[in-house]
């Protein structure tokens, strides 16, 4: 079946890169996705990527794809304490239930 | 942005008992909506997928009867947890998805509901 996997610490400190790795097994995939959630709270949207593109950037993000890898990574640039979440990796195949599947989630601690 | 509202966010409740949660999608359509359990430390499981004015679709190993799921119109799908034991507590939270915006953000998740069963 379909699989997504993270690995599920970081440790960064503040001001410098972040970059969380994610690789999933099914080709099929149309979109990837990385959300982040903050202790008690729900998923927030941080981007995604059309698995026909290899990067996409949104300001402090970067998400590069290799599809042929089945690799995807979120950079984070000059991470902030406020980045210290957890950051769940998401992939999404076209036809069934449109449903996600999801990684198990990087929890990132920025250090001061 | 799309926002979905989910309601209640936390809830204390006596084993046996029942629990309804709410999903609405407050500026949007949506025809689909989907229901997942979060535990401690892991990530998102899909249990089912709400469809407006029919069944809801349940992943396998997911009690349809105990996890009662009801999709009566475009913007509401809610979820009610029936004769609630400790073990079901748990994180739920629900994904809709925007009828007419079926592209990779058209998928908003509410906020989440922590279910506390004692």
């Known amino acids: 079946g379909e699989d997504v996997e993270q690995s599920l610490f970081l440790s960064v400190r503040e001001g410098d890169s972040s970059v969380i790795n994610c690789t999933y097994t099914?080709?099929?995939?149309?979109?990837l996705y990385w959300y982040k959630q903050e202790p008690g709270a729900g998923l927030q949207l941080l981007t995604y990527?059309?698995?026909?593109?290899d990067m996409k950037q949104d300001q402090r993000l970067t998400v590069l794809l290799n599809k042929k890898d089945k690799h995807l990574s979120l950079r984070i640039a000059d991470t902030q304490t406020g980045d210290s979440a957890i950051y769940f990796c998401?992939?999404?195949?076209?036809?069934?239930?449109?449903?996600?599947?999801f990684g198990p989630g990087t929890r990132l601690s920025v250090l001061p | 942005g799309a926002v979905v509202s989910q309601h209640p966010s936390r809830v204390i409740c006596k084993s046996g008992t029942s629990v309804k949660i709410e999903c609405r999608s407050l500026?949007?359509?949506?025809?689909?909506m989907f229901w997942y359990r979060q535990f401690p430390k892991q990530s998102l499981m899909l249990m089912a997928t709400?469809?407006?004015?029919?069944?809801?679709?349940?992943e396998q190993g997911v009690e349809k009867d105990k996890f009662l799921i009801n999709h009566a119109s475009l913007t509401l799908s809610t979820l009610t947890v029936t004769s609630a034991h400790p073990e079901d507590s748990s994180f739920y939270i629900c994904?809709?998805?925007?009828?007419?915006?079926?592209?990779?953000?058209?998928?908003?998740f509410g906020s989440g509901t922590r279910l506390t069963v004692v």
């Open positions: 709400s469809n407006e004015g029919s069944k809801a679709t349940y």
């Open positions: 500026d949007f359509q949506a025809t689909t």
């Open positions: 099914d080709s099929s995939s149309t979109y």
């Open positions: 990527i059309f698995s026909n593109m």
């Open positions: 994904s809709a998805r925007d009828s007419n915006n079926p592209g990779g953000a058209g998928y908003t």
């Open positions: 998401a992939e999404r195949s076209p036809g069934g239930g449109q449903n996600f599947v």
